[in-house]
């Protein structure tokens, strides 16, 4: 006579606590703009490869600003390529787009 197999019921876990709190927000970027600015830059820079003395000055600003962080370099570049990508987009060189510009302008007001 075979052996008829039961199983046992599995356990169950118990329920978790509906929390109410909200999730916590994440916190805004903390790099200023300026930073964003001249990382999109040179990389519009490079891949334009536009002004070569401009993106080694641009990245060198970049790495002085992680050590010291003193962003007037930052700005010069900054305010250095504006003309640069002003002509380029009257000329329609596909990539500078007008938000491009604008946000350069931004970070120099800021």
């Not at 606590?17 to 999730?23: G, I, L, R, S, V």
């Not at 600003?61 to 305010?79: F, H, K, T, V």
Request: hydrophobic share 40%.
């Amino acid at each position: 006579m075979a052996k008829a197999t039961t199983k046992a019921p599995a356990a169950k876990a118990p329920a978790k606590k509906a929390t109410t709190k909200a999730a916590p927000k994440k916190p805004a970027s903390t790099e200023p703009l300026i930073i964003k600015v001249c990382e999109a830059s040179l990389i519009k820079l490079n891949e334009l490869n536009l002004d070569h003395q401009l993106q080694s000055e641009i990245n060198w600003c970049l790495g002085s600003y992680q050590n010291d962080r003193n962003p007037i370099g930052l700005y010069q570049m900054a305010e250095r390529a504006l003309p640069i990508f002003k002509s380029e987009l009257a000329k329609k060189t596909k990539g500078v787009t007008a938000k491009l510009i604008s946000d350069i302008e931004k970070a120099l007001k800021a």
